[in-house]
């Protein structure tokens, strides 16, 4: 369940690639008629051992409600590599049983200037694309950008999202 403004995708993506999966994970954002797309991917994740990821599943409750039985009386065996993914606002009609047989996965935002700072520096910033700036202006320009958003991100926390600079 997300809060608003979060999207754990490209931590979903970094992580399949820590797992040196072959292929970056299948993605479906649910609603407007997408039930029969996101079904097609689950199956031949089952088989392929494929990642997918159903995104906005708060949108197609009755999907995800249909996905329940399918994932209780599974009918082909399943490949160990296989993981779906469901992120979505909370609702009240989100089916419980999906949420029981689920591993819940939070992500809490981090406390502090310095601890927003490293979180932001570590997740956006990697090593091969500082290699590739060639000139530290620019290694400077993204370290302030990091530590801007950290700022940005620390007072949103308080309902303060603006600031002045002298």
């Known amino acids: 369940m997300l809060s608003p403004g979060s999207d754990p995708t490209s931590m979903i993506d970094e992580f399949a690639r820590m797992k040196k ?4 994970p299948e993605k479906v954002s ?11 991917k689950v199956r031949n994740g089952f088989i392929s051992g494929q990642w997918v990821i159903l995104q906005n599943c708060h949108l197609g409750l009755k999907f995800i409600a249909t996905l329940e039985p399918l994932l209780n ?5 399943v490949d160990d590599g296989f993981r779906l993914w469901l992120t979505g606002e909370p609702h009240p009609k ?4 999906i949420l029981q047989m689920s591993v819940k996965v939070t992500n809490e935002p981090p406390k502090g200037v310095r601890d927003g700072l490293y979180k932001t520096y570590t997740t ?6 500082l290699d590739k ?5 620019w290694r400077m320009l993204t370290w302030n950008c990091c530590f801007m958003h ?10 303060k999202i603006g600031f002045c600079v002298p």
């Open 124 to 129: 956006v910033v990697s090593q091969d694309k």
């Open 30 to 40: 649910m609603g407007e008629g997408q039930e029969k797309v996101g079904l097609e």
């Open 150 to 159: 950290s700022i940005v991100q620390e007072r949103r926390k308080f309902g």
């Open 133 to 137: 700036l060639d000139l530290d202006i």
């Open 21 to 24: 999966k072959p292929q970056p």
């Open 94 to 97: 989100f089916p419980i049983g």
């Open 73 to 77: 009386n599974l009918d082909v065996a």
